[in-house]
């Protein structure tokens, strides 16, 4: 059954390389004058999108004078598919009569469709008129819909093909710019790959295979639906099959084929129903004809539809950006709305305007056209001034579809508040000459900022790119890449004001880049990171200052300690902007983060294992020797847990370090050993200090001890007088309470006898600690 559906509607139509073909509607019949009274208010057809029950309605066919073949106006009213009409619901003119030729009639209660014929006069015509549609109804009804369907589709096309060749025939790139908005205005199918064509090759491109271009639109459907439900349009389902064209069929080419397929049903010896589309001419419905008209038998009725009876069906505008917000003071302000290609092709909507509120709270109406290369409605004429407006306000789409008032989507709009720009730093901008520089503002209704321009040291000008910043702040884009140091001139260009904004900033030689600074909770001092920051004078952050510490050269640039002199009230995640100071005065924005607090952990206990040899040399608590293992224990501080991926820094004074892992007693203590003469050098010596790095966070430097070089001993004995052998002697720096001489380099020393216990020295690595040596006697 399908195969056979679809091989009758390929017989319809049909092309030598198999795709789908329609006569196309180009042949120009009559006009139609008509004119719909409603509730007081009198409008042409062409700003009607449908009748009301009690709608005074004139029809008047607009013939040549010279017209040769006698017409029959007839117009008919119908109630649905299933329900034929009365006879008198049936009405005619005889166009060739002055005083007959026009219809004055009353849309009955009940009727759903208008349907009108152009008949050639045989006397017996408005009978067999009346008695075909009588007799099918139904069919009448549906090509009362698609009829109107496919005017309404046709006006979608041919607004867009004009816009196409209007723009080709200036030149240019304009067609290039100006197509994708008709496309998506209209619900058009843009073939994009026209676009990279040469352009005189563009227009003719896009507007090719014109019939095809048509998308489905749901609004323009559900004007033409008829009251007993959505129509079935048989092409265009066929169109999804092998046989129909796997998709090349539009819905408007689906919707006319339907009508040939009904109206040829009711061909006849005296009869042949060609349809006619009934298209928006000024302020008259101009038929155009896919077929010839024929005056000998079978004589040619010329049917077409006029609106639709029924409730209106209102335009389901809604704002293409909702989030966005447009000046009001902007000439030819342009609102994107979408969602209803119909606003653009037709007249339907009228007396449209966006209405907004003034200071003194009166609604003020703003008359808008739609316009379809543009993608909205254009506000037209003049405005109020700015100072009308508060600089935040919303404006609200309202007009009138046909007879019946409509709402349209809401926009933010913003109005120019004078001179209200101003660099966002309140201490002043610091420009760097010899590059671009960012510079941000803050003021009312950034989208009224018309232009931005900067007057260089030279007098020359340049135009500033910018982007919008939150809801009241700009970000411009100086252009100060080849700019000598000296002052620049700033001017903001507003909509609706007529003296630019201007302020002078300074562009200075660039000196010291300051990247950013972080501080830890709970600290006073942080890392400031950049190049030259040995020009840094201080740093301020919500009134705590920061003076400059030590300044470490690293690879990339330098790392600044900032210490507060004061604790500053700063708590983990905070976003600041701090204020660094120059020597020179400039003041330059810093970004902060402030990090959690830095792991912390106490010393609770420590050893030393020192290897066996032929005399000890004792060394008190908290002296390590160089040959001597050193195990510590720590204790978790704060909010620190000790992780098995932990790392102990233990370094000397002359940072000579070393990192060694850590052995977990449980997540609060922990046990590190190392020894220090190995893995420090064998010149390590002096004050040792130890950090717990977590994470690549490091706590505070804690002293460890003290690492001290030791000689070797091999024999110490005493009798009048004490006698010391060994290497690496002068590593001691008294012995028995009498001096080492400096570069002593003997193996054996003579020392005086204690009166009893062990011999004392002192160590060169640790002169103020009290050592001592076990001795025979």
């Not at 008047?60 to 009213?77: E, M």
């Not at 009353?106 to 006069?121: D, H, I, R």
């Not at 003290?706 to 009048?720: F, I, S």
């Not at 290497?727 to 720096?733: E, G």
Request: glycine letters at 10%; charged letters at 20%.
């Amino acid at each position: 059954m399908v195969g056979g559906i679809a091989a009758a509607a390929c017989a319809l139509i049909s092309t030598g390389d198999g795709r789908a073909e329609i006569a196309a509607f180009d042949l120009a019949g009559p006009r139609l004058t008509v004119t719909v009274k409603h509730g007081g208010v009198t409008l042409p057809i062409t700003q009607v999108p449908n009748l009301s029950a009690g709608d005074e309605v004139l029809v008047r066919a607009d013939l040549p004078v010279d017209q040769g073949a006698r017409y029959l106006l007839v117009v008919g009213f119908l109630r649905g598919a299933t329900n034929p009409p009365p006879k008198n619901w049936f009405f005619k003119a005889e166009t060739w009569k002055p005083k007959n030729r026009d219809l004055r009639l009353t849309v009955p209660k009940g009727a759903q469709q208008v349907v009108a014929f152009l008949a050639p006069e045989t006397g017996g015509d408005f009978g067999t008129l009346t008695g075909a549609v009588r007799g099918r109804p139904g069919a009448f009804v549906r090509a009362s819909q698609d009829l109107n369907q496919a005017a309404l589709d046709r006006a979608r096309l041919d607004t867009y093909v004009a816009g196409v060749n209007r723009r080709d025939a200036e030149g240019g790139s304009r067609v290039e710019v100006a197509s994708p908005l008709l496309a998506r205005s209209l619900a058009i199918q843009l073939k994009a790959d026209c676009l990279a064509k040469p352009a005189e090759l563009q227009a003719g491109c896009l507007t090719a295979g014109r019939d095809s271009l048509v998308l489905s639109d749901g609004h323009s459907s559900s004007l033409a639906e008829a009251l007993t439900g959505t129509p079935t349009d048989l092409a265009f389902q066929l169109a999804a099959t092998p046989q129909g064209g796997l998709g090349y069929y539009s819905p408007y080419i689906g919707v006319v084929r339907d009508v040939a397929r009904l109206l040829g049903a009711f061909r006849t010896a005296n009869y042949q129903y060609i349809p006619a589309l009934a298209t928006h001419d000024g302020d008259a419905l101009a038929l155009l004809l896919n077929a010839a008209p024929s005056f000998s038998k079978p004589l040619s009725v010329l049917v077409t539809a006029l609106p639709p009876v029924g409730p209106a069906s209102l335009p389901p505008l809604r704002a293409t950006e909702p989030a966005a917000r447009y000046c009001l003071a902007r000439p030819g302000l342009a609102l994107p709305v979408e969602g209803a290609p119909l606003i653009y092709a037709t007249r339907y909507a009228r007396n449209v305007a966006l209405r907004v509120a003034g200071r003194d709270g009166r609604e003020i109406d703003l008359p808008v056209v739609a316009d379809a290369e543009k993608g909205g409605f254009v506000v037209k004429g003049d405005l109020p001034r700015a100072s009308a407006f508060e600089p935040e306000l919303t404006g609200r789409l309202h007009g009138e579809w046909g007879f019946v008032p409509f709402d349209g989507p809401r926009f933010a709009l913003q109005s120019p508040q004078g001179p209200s720009w101003h660099p966002d730093d309140g201490d002043g901008a610091t420009l760097v000459a010899g590059r671009d520089n960012a510079l941000a503002l803050t003021g009312a209704a950034p989208a009224c900022v018309a232009n931005i321009e900067i007057k260089l040291p030279g007098g020359n000008t340049r135009a500033v790119t910018w982007e919008q910043r939150g809801a009241n702040g700009l970000t411009a884009k100086l252009p100060l890449g080849d700019v000598p140091p000296g002052d620049v001139t700033v001017r903001i260009g507003q909509y609706g004001v007529a003296d630019p904004i201007e302020f002078k900033l300074t562009a200075y030689a660039e000196a010291s880049r300051i990247d950013s600074f972080t501080l830890h909770a709970d600290d006073r001092s942080g890392v400031l990171t950049g190049a030259r920051l040995d020009k840094v004078a201080a740093l301020t952050i919500d009134g705590s200052r920061f003076v400059p510490g030590a300044l470490a050269r690293v690879e990339g640039g330098d790392r600044l300690t900032l210490t507060a002199e004061a604790a500053p009230a700063l708590a983990v995640g905070d976003a600041k902007t701090g204020k660094v100071t120059l020597i020179d005065k400039r003041i330059v924005n810093a970004r902060v983060t402030v990090a959690p607090p830095r792991p912390a952990a106490t010393l609770i206990g420590r050893s030393v294992t020192v290897p066996a040899t032929p005399v000890a040399i004792a060394l008190p608590e908290g002296v390590v020797s160089q040959y001597g293992r050193l195990t510590f224990s720590l204790r978790a501080a704060g909010g620190t847990r000790f992780a098995t991926d932990d790392r102990v820094e233990v370094a000397t004074a002359d940072d000579a370090t070393t990192t060694v892992g850590v052995s977990l007693q449980d997540p609060q203590v922990a046990v590190v050993s190392l020894t220090p003469g190995a893995v420090l050098g064998v010149g390590a010596a002096g004050p040792l200090r130890f950090r717990l790095v977590q994470g690549g966070v490091a706590s505070d430097w804690q002293p460890l001890g003290t690492l001290a070089r030791v000689p070797t001993l091999r024999t110490a004995a005493c009798k009048d007088s004490c006698t010391v052998t060994g290497s690496d002697l002068f590593l001691l720096r008294s012995v028995g309470g009498a001096a080492m001489p400096e570069g002593f380099t003997g193996d054996s020393l003579s020392a005086p006898k204690p009166a009893s216990g062990p011999l004392p020295v002192s160590l060169r690595d640790a002169p103020d600690v009290a050592a001592s040596i076990e001795v025979t006697r």
